[in-house]
């Protein structure tokens, strides 16, 4: 079965950067779409960022945008998610999901795996 | 403000059928799939419904999707204690380029 193990949370200042990772395992990384979703404290899922199987192509909530860039290294079977200038309102629980598929957008298939996520405090 | 609008809550006494509703428009639920997510208290979300109206293997038959132009509904029939959860729509949405989700949805049982 596949399993998803998020890690590289903490707390950073407010215009610092964190790295997360997601480790895979139970299945080939490279075969389906990633995404990362993130959970404000008390508050609803936010869909962050996706990258397709190939890692060819990327997208990002405009929340994010030119701040944070997801990527993969597929010999590792891990999912990253660089982020930069980060800001108070960064301050979440960090979720990688597996999609069903290899597409992000327009694809039937949903987020069929999720990690436990990983909680980001941006604080000074 | 959420893209996709969902009752921010709903209850029922157990046996009951209680039905959520996801509101979009023409970019997102209106022309792609419309998936939900269980999220019990403490846990990741776990998936429901793909594709507007299919289940995830594991998933059991009292929960139903549903999709009609640019609004989606979820039903749970013969409601269970354990069904109390945040229950969230999403969708992708053309304009944005991202998907959206609907700002979650709690049932309570009575």
């Known amino acids: 079965e596949a399993q998803l193990l998020e890690s590289g949370g903490g707390l950073a200042q407010p215009g610092g950067s964190l790295r997360l990772s997601c480790a895979a395992s139970g299945f080939t990384l490279n075969n389906y779409a990633m995404s990362w979703v993130r959970q404000a404290p008390g508050k609803g899922l936010e869909w962050v960022s996706g990258?397709?199987?190939?890692?060819?192509?990327?997208y990002y909530a405009d929340s994010v945008k030119g701040r944070f860039t997801i990527s993969r290294g597929n010999s590792k079977n891990t999912l990253y998610l660089q982020m930069n200038r980060l800001r108070v309102e960064d301050t979440a629980v960090y979720y990688c999901a597996k999609s069903g598929g290899a597409l992000v957008a327009g694809t039937s298939y949903g987020f069929d795996y999720w990690g436990q996520g990983t909680l980001v405090t941006v604080s000074s | 403000q959420s893209v996709l609008t969902q009752s921010p809550s709903a209850s029922g006494t157990p046996g009951q059928r209680v039905t959520i509703s996801c509101s979009g428009s023409?970019?997102?639920?209106?022309?792609?799939?419309v998936y939900w997510y269980q999220q019990l208290p403490g846990a990741a979300p776990k998936l429901l419904i793909y594709?507007?109206?299919q289940w995830p293997s594991g998933v059991p038959d009292r929960f139903s999707g549903s999709k009609s132009g640019t609004s989606a509904s979820l039903a749970i029939s013969g409601l269970r204690s354990e069904d109390e959860a945040d229950y969230y729509c999403?969708?992708?949405?053309?304009?944005?380029?991202?998907?959206?989700f609907g700002g979650g949805t709690r049932v309570t049982v009575l």
């Open positions: 999403a969708a992708w949405d053309d304009n944005m380029s991202g998907l959206v």
């Open positions: 023409s970019s997102n639920v209106g022309s792609n799939y």
């Open positions: 594709g507007n109206d």
């Open positions: 990258i397709i199987n190939s890692g060819r192509s990327t």
